[in-house]
């Protein structure tokens, strides 16, 4: 979109505008702006800029309600006080956006903490489950403990996005932890008791635990697998629950998890074609997890999904395969936009979603792409506080590449918990 230089004088009421100054120059809450109101407009002209970009196309037609440029002594002084009010007031408002933007980062920063440190137990866990099945067992009830308490006993929930790695070898990782931390959290949303969740929770860490039976040149191949190779691949259920059975400390209710969570409920899933009734209600939770984490990280890079059409294909084509309920109430808890979801705002700007709090799911923390200010001090704002909403979601692959790098959307896209009390 072509944009004009012109004076700040030559500025009007309806004029879409941007300001060519740092961030801090000026008490607005982005330079790009619609001048809506004489407070604005006298501000524009009063910031001794040499110029400002305007958009005509982006510009709309304002009524101007009786307004003179005539102004008596007192009336000047009356105005310039009022202007010099409302001036402060906004840069009030600025300062505490930023306060707040800090805040959350502090949330971010403390959950991705939390995050790593599971993310080395799961790691620790997953080596040795062969040569110490015991630790492994008992490492993996603690961790899953621990998450319990966070999910059970919270009144509200944040669900966050991690800036997360993407080592090839450590895929599985944080897998079983992604997919362990959002089948806890779908479960409690059913209804589930904290034992059953605390059952789901052991069940997913381990759900994929029989690939590392599997060779690497299978699990990572992007191209079609042959049918000796995917008779291969189906057999890591079978190697899993074999593997937890060497420990006898193994909960025998997570069995299920890790033996049926590629079943479906039409019966054309594996290894045995369970259908309805048949399978585990707590291995099809883990199911409808494993497939939504599967189509946001695909072995092929290039059919990665952004949760955002994640949720939306599953929803959408899974019908008859997956539960409608479970996948309904899996949207509703991470709410229209998950975390990781690139937007735009209501007011043109490009936006990604941080992280969801379970009591306002339509108003989510986003990070601003906002050129003028440094990545690390970008605005993150609850667009509950604001007169913003999400007009669309953008694909990843439509974002131009200097908003790419700035926001960062992750290959890897990890989740974490973060509980709010009551």
């Known amino acids: 979109m072509s944009a ?72 000047e002084i009356e105005f310039n006080s009022k202007m010099s009010e409302a001036q402060a007031a906004m840069l009030n408002e600025k300062m505490r956006r930023i306060e707040q933007a800090k805040a959350h980062r502090r949330d971010i920063q403390k959950t991705e903490k939390a995050f790593n440190h599971s993310l080395n137990q799961v790691r620790d866990l997953m080596r040795q489950v062969s040569g110490r099945p015991l630790n ?30 993407n080592k090839d070898q450590e895929t599985l990782y944080y897998h079983v932890l992604n997919v362990s931390i ?30 590392l039976k599997i060779p690497s040149q299978i699990l990572r191949k992007t191209t079609p697998l042959t049918g000796p190779e995917q008779n291969l691949l189906k057999m890591h259920t079978k190697y899993g629950t074999d593997l937890v059975g060497l420990a006898d400390t193994f909960p025998l209710e997570a069995w299920p998890v890790i033996e049926q969570h590629h079943e479906y409920l039409d019966g054309t899933g594996y290894p045995k074609g369970l259908s309805h009734e048949q399978i585990n209600k707590l291995a099809h939770i883990v199911a ?72 306002s799911l339509l108003q989510p923390n986003v990070m601003i792409y906002e050129p003028e200010v440094p990545r690390l001090e970008a605005p993150v704002i609850s667009l509950d506080n604001d007169e913003l909403s999400i007009s669309k979601v953008l694909t990843i692959a439509s974002l131009p590449e200097r908003v790419r790098e700035y926001l960062n959307p992750r290959a890897q896209v990890s989740y974490y918990v973060q509980g709010k009390p009551g």
């Open 4 to 75: 004009l230089k012109i004076k700040p004088d030559q500025v009007k009421l309806g004029y879409a505008i941007k300001l060519p100054s740092g961030w801090m120059k000026h008490p607005f809450l982005s330079s790009n702006m619609l001048v809506e109101n004489q407070q604005q407009l006298h501000i524009v002209k009063n910031l001794g800029l040499d110029y400002v970009y305007f958009y005509p196309e982006k510009s709309k037609q304002i009524a101007v309600n009786n307004y003179s440029t005539s102004l008596s002594e007192e009336q």
């Open 288 to 359: 409808v997890v494993n497939e939504f984490d599967n189509l946001c990280h695909p072995v092929d890079p290039s059919k990665a999904r952004s949760p955002h059409h994640a949720l939306a294909y599953l929803y959408r084509s899974m019908k008859g395969k997956l539960d409608d309920k479970t996948m309904r109430v899996m949207i509703k808890m991470m709410g229209v936009y998950p975390p990781g979801t690139v937007v735009m705002l209501s007011d043109q700007r490009i936006a990604m979603v941080m992280s969801v709090n379970s009591d």
């Open 182 to 211: 959002v089948s806890m959290m779908l479960a409690r949303n059913l209804g589930f008791s904290a034992a059953a969740i605390k059952i789901i929770g052991i069940g997913a860490l381990f759900h994929d635990i029989g690939k």
């Open 136 to 165: 492994a067992i008992t490492e993996a009830n603690q961790l899953v403990s621990q998450l319990v308490d966070t999910i059970v006993n919270a009144e509200s929930l944040v669900l966050h996005l991690i800036s997360s790695g």
